[in-house]
């Protein structure tokens, strides 16, 4: 099944694009679509398991937001999107 992921930075320079499809195997979870991008880019995977200090990404999949201990029982279906930021804070 085709799935499609959305990143803002610093995983936009990582990837080398802001928005990327993946063929994942039907019954995937969104852990399973980390793992691939994990696989497919290094430094994905540096920015986002790897580094020293820890970013509070948040993931989006399609509208719903997932938390990070919520990933491996999420699944992922045709055509959704997952969607990868670093939330902006103000003041």
Do not use: W
Not at 61 to 80: A, F, M
């Amino acid at each position: 099944m085709r799935v499609t992921v959305k990143v803002g930075e610093p995983l936009r320079s990582a990837v080398g694009s802001r928005k990327v499809a993946l063929e994942l195997p039907k019954g995937a979870t969104v852990a399973d679509l980390l793992s691939s991008l994990a696989d497919r880019y290094p430094g994905f995977r540096h920015e986002f398991y790897e580094r020293e200090i820890d970013l509070p990404y948040a993931l989006f999949l399609n509208e719903g937001q997932i938390k990070l201990d919520e990933v491996e029982k999420t699944p992922v279906s045709e055509g959704d999107t997952l969607f990868i930021f670093l939330p902006v804070a103000g003041g």
